[in-house]
């Protein structure tokens, strides 16, 4: 009998996927100097403050990637090589994209109005429409009766500015201010078509959008009026990092006219108008000292007079009382989260100020305003922003006995100043959110603080506010610091471990507050966890906080950002492996040294305009690094040098295992140079084990700090990052 024989079947196996670690830019030989240069502004001082005499030279074989025109072809092939790559790892993404996007649009009010914002005898507000990228303008006529609140819906609108057509023939159209002249027949605006944060002054009739001038300024920062013939304007250096000039533009005879210029390279120029209109401030500050030059616009001439000349470590902010004094916010006499004080016209050194509260180190005030009958005040307190008032009598005096904290239902909250350009309302507009609740906007009447007008919420299309929860956390840190944490989940999630993704910014004492937005419904819809890393280097505490993040503690900030990841792994909330982080800027500096110290914590990581190259970028003083000295330190000096190094996260990577990471750039980003990201990108390929995620770096080359000026584009990038996100973690 014969026997049947087995077929034999060709068995199929799977390639090994061979590892790609992406493109790792050649090295070429660069040697960076730290320390004195001669011709330099490399730091001075005594002692460990004082720079090497003999410069320390370390190795920087991706120097060569920086190129300040942005033009070299070799790093244009580069940076392309990076975008094609980007490209092939990511193209599996595209549906998944697609779907992030109708996601966010299904949650968009395409056609919306914004809140009017109330100014002599008009409403001015803004509209969006669907298919437009940006805004219109428009205003309205204000009734005389100070109570109503909105605009007649009857009444003729002016459009006054239209965005979409100025962008026309852009790629890239930022809008900065919009400020209509103290008459309201001319309206100055300026625009950046570029990404670099370098705007044009433009200045058109109201009326008919006639150009009034052509010879105004190309480059430009801050802008105020300061009355119908005259505004005023400030100056970059080289960058946005280091505004050095105080100009006037004199529309009568179109001449400009520089009024002051910034010589310390550690000082920046900023610009305000007083509420009262009668004053113009010129602040030239420091991160820890500043001094104030105030123009009064009643003088027949313009005419600078210093408030109070610069003493190191002071800082002080001020507003005019409508009267014959001023208000001041500072931090006199060592304290740290600011006293609120006054002083008279006639007088304003600092042995005349006196205090109008009590200054209690557990309330930290940040800014205020002063209006005719009551004074309100933003600042934290217990970890949250607060909102204090105060009133005044008829006489303008403060009646110390009616200061109160408003109190709002929510657990975690963030409350903020609306537009209040009216220096004799009585009404005082605030806006509030949650990380569950949508922005709602309201007039608080003075006269009756239980009398609140709701003018405007921020519609969420096809979003249930109950269906989510909001809790605030403390994680303990490694020297026992209690660390606030905010998340947000959908209900149903918190049954059991969930994926979760934890932001984190922690620098310059900016608060990551846990306000509402609307882009991580995404997150949310798939039932993650969003959470919010309250780390050391922020404002969230009050000063200190910031003061404990920075200089040589700078460390607290990453590893406060681990204990509140570990914490939340104990209580059962995620695990390792199901965790994403990010941070953008400084808080990519964050994102780059917990991924280097935790690898194993983290699934997948977003670094957006990372701040990596931490020494070489501070310095330098071509790039006007001076600014950041008190921030960060300076790295020419023996006090700060090896510090820095240890947390700079180009000097840090090593051979180790890294997680995915999607690293996003900006070719005209002025804040974060596009050649850090790049460096960075590079070493880590170099030197990460076979065992690694995918890094992928994407340079887009026609924006700047904050991605696209365009709505819709802007959509799409953040689909882009939260599709590599959720592929990472499994989920779709």
């Known amino acids: 009998m014969k026997q049947k024989t087995k077929k034999k079947h060709k068995q199929k196996t799977k390639k090994k996927q061979r590892f790609q670690k992406g493109p790792i830019a050649k090295k070429k030989h660069h040697l960076v100097a730290y320390g004195a240069v001669k011709g330099e502004n490399r730091g001075e001082g005594t002692g460990s403050l004082e720079p090497f005499k003999n410069p320390i030279y370390r190795e920087d074989p991706w120097f060569w990637l920086r190129d300040d025109d942005k033009k070299d072809p070799e790093i244009m092939r580069h940076l392309k090589k990076e975008n094609a790559y980007a490209e092939k790892q990511t193209k599996h993404l595209n549906s998944l994209r697609k779907k992030l996007y109708k996601e966010h649009l299904s949650h968009l009010q395409e056609d919306d109005q914004q809140a009017p914002s109330i100014y002599k005898n008009h409403f001015y507000y803004t509209k969006t429409q669907t298919g437009n990228p940006y805004k219109q303008h428009y205003r309205k006529p204000k009734s005389t009766n100070e109570s109503i609140r909105l605009p007649d819906k009857k009444s003729n609108e002016l459009l006054i500015l239209d965005e979409n057509k100025i962008a026309e023939t852009h790629d890239y159209c930022d809008i900065g201010a919009v400020l209509p002249s103290p008459n309201e027949d001319l309206l100055a605006y300026t625009v950046d078509f570029n990404g670099d944060e370098q705007y044009e002054l433009v200045i058109i009739n109201i009326q008919s959008g006639k150009k009034l001038s052509e010879t105004l300024p190309k480059k430009v920062y801050d802008v105020e009026w300061g009355n119908n013939e005259t505004i005023f304007y400030t100056v970059p250096k080289n960058t946005t990092m280091h ?67 610069r003493i190191n470590e002071l800082l002080y902010d001020i507003q005019h009382d409508g009267y014959n004094g001023f208000y001041i916010l500072t931090n006199k006499d060592d304290a740290m989260n600011n006293r609120f004080m006054n002083c008279d016209s006639k ?101 009756n603080v239980n009398k609140q007008h709701l003018i405007k919420e921020t519609p969420v299309l096809n979003y249930n506010p109950n269906l989510y929860e909001c809790e605030r956390l403390f994680a303990t840190a490694v020297d026992n610091t209690l660390v606030p944490i905010s998340i947000v989940y959908k209900k149903e999630s918190k049954k059991r471990v969930r994926p979760l993704h934890l932001y984190g910014y922690g620098s310059y004492g900016m608060s990551s507050e846990p306000g509402f937005d609307r882009n991580i419904l995404p997150y949310l819809d798939r039932g993650m966890i969003y959470a919010i ?79 990596v190259d931490l020494c070489v970028t501070i310095c330098d003083p071509s790039l006007d690094a001076a600014v950041e000295w008190e921030e960060w330190g300076n790295p020419n000096t023996p006090k700060f040098h090896d510090y820095m190094l240890s ?48 890094i992928v770096a994407k340079f887009d080359l026609d924006r700047g700090h904050g991605g696209s000026s365009d709505r819709y584009k802007w959509i799409h990038e953040q689909s882009y990052n939260q599709a590599f996100i959720l592929d ?5």
């Open 243 to 309: 505004i050095n000039q105080f100009w006037v533009f004199t529309l009568p005879d179109n001449q400009c006219k520089m009024l002051y210029e910034e010589t310390n390279n550690k000082f920046s120029i900023s610009l305000s108008r007083s509420l009262t209109e009668r004053y113009i401030f010129m602040s030239t500050s420091s991160p820890e000292t500043s001094e104030i030059h105030t123009i009064d616009m009643k003088q027949p001439t313009i005419t600078m007079k210093i408030f109070q000349p």
């Open 347 to 447: 007088n304003t050194n600092i042995s005349q100020w006196k205090e109008v509260i009590p200054y209690d180190p557990d309330r930290n005030i940040n800014e205020f305003i002063c209006f005719k009958n009551f004074i309100a005040l933003i600042g934290s307190e217990e970890g949250l922003t607060q909102l204090w008032l105060l009133k005044r009598n008829k006489q303008g005096n403060i009646q110390s006995n009616t200061f109160e904290r408003m109190k709002f239902k929510d657990n975690v909250y963030e409350v903020e100043f609306g537009s209040n350009y009216v220096f004799e309302t009585p009404y005082l507009r605030y806006g509030i959110s949650s990380l569950k609740t949508p922005f709602r906007l309201y007039d608080l009447d003075m006269r």
């Open 533 to 611: 890393a309250h780390v050391r280097g922020g404002g969230e505490m009050g000063r200190q906080w910031r003061y404990s993040g920075k200089y040589l503690q700078k460390k607290n900030t990453f590893s406060d950002f681990i204990s509140c990841v570990e914490h939340l792994i104990d209580l059962g909330y995620t695990k390792p492996k199901m965790i994403s982080c990010e941070g953008s800027s400084a808080g990519g500096l964050l994102i780059g040294n917990v991924i280097h110290m935790r690898p194993d914590l983290f699934s997948v990581a977003l670094a957006d305009a990372p701040f």
């Open 647 to 694: 947390y700079s996260p180009v000097d840090i990577v090593r051979k180790q295992r890294y997680p995915h990471l999607l690293i996003k750039a900006g070719l005209l980003d002025p804040r974060v140079s596009y050649w850090e990201p790049a460096k960075w990108a590079s070493k880590l390929r170099d030197l990460q084990t076979k065992d690694s995620g995918i």
């Open 728 to 732: 990472k973690l499994g989920l779709k």
